[in-house]
């Protein structure tokens, strides 16, 4: 067997459901020292340390100070889910005295309610979601928690050419806070499809997070944020492949819904996409028809199936690979997808200009806070009429 695909055998092993307190089937038969050594590499690259440890700490075969490496890694990532949660607590007293309303996103929403073991969901950050009218607010909020203190640097020029959706602070536990207005946060994805914050809150769920009660986004709308964060990433990490997994695994999850609403965001290409290559990595179990009421186009299932032969989150993970780029810039036809293609590259050159140019964008832009903010408060405006994309 060759070295790579004994190596993508044994990573997907690890990372597909199964009974966590002994190792995957076949999983020991794979591991020669070469494989052990990438496959824990492979792991803490794509994110997924938590599944691999779990799947390897009752092999005989696997050394001690391996597994002690390990578990030290596992148990690293038990204190930052405990000191997010701390900071989520403080995070949400904040914003609940000012009055602002707020979403859970992504990873501890995720850990608490679609995965059966919260510790195998790790996560480093916390990102909430608001209102854009509130937006303004509750940042100041957030920032006035930790003296004033934010990530340093804020280059709030650029953010407001890149309308970004979304903006950092540290909170009291040194939590980082990635506070959102929008599901996206790129610009031209933004504005080529119809997510309207208000209707994510009217249909959000509750959820208990290690002792504070709060709320994140329905079951079918976790499914489709975690479609639409899988490929505006790339869909270059496992762990993202897997949450997908998870999310439609969910049994909450009305499938009907979920095609309907892609549709009326305009995002179903994205989303059929992210759902076929899930599917043919780690086995993501789907209805009849689901990817194909998703993506009607021949053109785009070919382009799909092609890109996911050479998907990045196999074994390897760049973001300069032609998959990520794809996955990056996919969209509803092919004017669609060099539209958004356009707006990530000229994203793309203001980032690497500001690089290479820190002096004159990262401190004398301060004064565009307030025209920032007043940017994103203009996006709270009535929502337009929906229209169903084509694929």
């Keep these: 067997m060759a070295d790579r695909k004994r190596l993508r055998q044994a990573l997907l092993l690890c990372v597909r459901e199964h009974d966590w307190s002994r190792a995957p089937d076949g999983l020991e038969d794979l591991l020669d020292p070469p494989t052990l050594t990438r496959l824990i590499e ?107 203190a934010s990530l340093p640097s804020i280059n709030w020029g650029l953010l407001g050419r890149l309308q970004a959706g979304q903006l950092s602070t540290a909170l009291p536990g040194n939590s980082v806070c990635d506070l959102h207005w929008h599901l996206l946060s790129l610009r031209g994805l933004r504005e ?51 949450d997908i997994e998870r999310c439609a695994a969910y049994k909450d999850i009305d499938w009907p819904t979920v095609v309907e609403r892609a549709k009326q965001w305009k995002v179903s290409a994205r989303v059929g996409a992210s ?26 299932r070919a382009a799909d199936s092609l890109v996911a032969d050479r998907w990045t989150a196999k074994t390897r993970a760049s973001v300069f690979a032609p998959s990520v780029f794809w996955m990056r810039t996919r969209g509803s036809s092919p004017r669609a997808t060099l539209r958004t293609a356009g707006s990530y590259l000229r994203r ?44």
């Excluded at 790790?122 to 920032?143: C, G, I, S, W």
């Excluded at 203001?350 to 203009?378: E, M």
């Design 42 to 148: 492979q792991g803490r690259r794509h994110q997924v340390s938590s599944f691999v440890y779990l799947s390897l700490r009752n092999l005989d075969t696997v050394d001690g100070q391996t597994l002690t490496a390990l578990e030290a890694e596992y148990l690293a990532g038990l204190a930052t889910q405990l000191k997010i949660c701390a900071d989520l607590a403080a995070a949400a007293s904040a914003l609940k005295s000012s009055g602002i309303s707020f979403l859970v996103l992504k990873g501890p929403a995720l850990a608490e309610l679609v995965y059966d073991r919260a510790d195998l969901r790790t996560y480093t950050d916390l990102d909430l979601l608001v209102h854009p009218r509130d937006f303004k607010v509750a940042y100041e909020a957030l920032e006035a928690m930790n003296q004033g």
């Design 192 to 242: 080529s499809s119809n997510i309207w914050t208000e209707e994510l809150f009217e249909r959000s769920q509750p959820v208990n997070l290690k002792g504070t009660a709060t709320s994140t986004l329905a079951a079918e709308d976790q499914l489709l944020h975690s479609c639409l964060h899988a490929s505006t990433s790339g869909s270059i990490r496992l762990k993202w492949v897997k």
């Design 275 to 300: 759902l076929y290559f899930a599917a043919s990595t780690i086995g993501v179990e789907l209805p009849e028809g689901v990817v194909r009421s998703l993506v009607q186009s021949r053109f785009g």
């Design 348 to 391: 793309k050159s203001l980032t690497v200009g500001a690089s290479f140019n820190p002096g004159s964008n990262w401190s004398q832009h301060a004064d565009k806070r307030g025209s920032f903010f007043d940017l994103v408060a203009a996006q709270d405006r009535p929502r337009a009429p929906q229209s169903e994309e084509f694929t």
